[in-house]
């Protein structure tokens, strides 16, 4: 589960990102493309290309945590 609070610092990956990429490659992107870690509780924010999907990346003491949101998911909620 992913907590979010005013608490956590957000960093968003202003390159587009592929989202097959796997926990390991998102925190490649973390360390190298936005000279950040990963490990220290920040919240990582990484944009598809076409912009129609986020991904999410946060590590949470045990483990990575990295849901996955995209324009027809959130349309179809209420």
Same mark, same amino acid.
């Given at each position: 589960?992913?907590? $979010? +609070? #005013? #608490?956590? *610092?957000?960093?968003? !990956? +202003? ?5 097959? %990429?796997? &926990? ?6 973390? %360390?190298? !493309? ?8 920040? $919240? !990582?924010? &990484?944009? +598809? %290309? *076409?912009?129609?999907?986020? /991904?999410?990346?946060? &590590?949470?003491?045990?483990? &990575?945590? +990295?849901?996955?949101?995209?324009? #027809?998911?959130?349309?179809? *909620? /209420?």
């Amino acid at each position: 589960m992913l907590h $979010i +609070s #005013s #608490s956590n *610092r957000y960093l968003l !990956c +202003s390159e587009p990102t592929d989202m097959r %990429k796997s &926990f390991h490659g998102l925190a490649a992107m973390v %360390k190298y !493309c936005m000279d950040g870690d990963v490990l220290n509780g920040d $919240i !990582c924010i &990484f944009v +598809s %290309k *076409r912009r129609n999907a986020i /991904k999410l990346l946060s &590590f949470e003491g045990d483990g &990575f945590v +990295s849901p996955r949101a995209t324009a #027809s998911s959130l349309n179809h *909620r /209420k």
